[in-house]
């Protein structure tokens, strides 16, 4: 099992910038991919990004050029850089980490919500 701990979500003007942090515990593989998901109210789980442990990264259209994923090896932490924000943006953002062995195994974390006011 992996435990994975959000934080920074919160109110925002737009144009603002917010920095989520998610950090991931228990049986982590040495190969993993971690990320982050978005869901508003009335929609579908949405892919914002995800980044291997090499440092390979993937961006939803919406949020190129605007939004930035990283994440520190060592300490297990992803982290969301999300500059001018938009209302569009307003979700609940969810982290998401995959072990990958012989097939592969998805964990979720608790959601922090992010709200963007026009």
């Known amino acids: 099992q992996v435990q994975l701990v959000e934080s920074g979500g919160g109110l925002v003007q737009a144009g603002g910038s917010l920095r989520l942090s998610c950090a991931a515990s228990?049986?982590?593989?040495?190969?993993?991919?971690m990320g982050w998901y978005r869901q508003a109210p009335g929609k579908q789980r949405e892919l914002v990004a995800t980044?291997?442990?090499?440092?390979?990264?993937n961006y939803a259209d919406s949020v190129k050029g605007r939004f930035t994923i990283s994440r520190d090896n060592a300490k297990n932490t992803v982290y969301l850089q999300m500059n001018s924000l938009e209302p569009e943006d307003t979700a609940v953002y969810y982290c998401?980490?995959?072990?990958?062995?012989?097939?592969?195994?998805?964990?979720w974390g608790q959601g922090t919500q992010v709200t963007v006011s026009s």
């Open positions: 980044i291997t442990k090499a440092g390979s990264t």
């Open positions: 998401w980490h995959r072990n990958i062995g012989r097939g592969y195994d998805d964990y």
């Open positions: 228990g049986s982590i593989f040495s190969i993993n991919v």
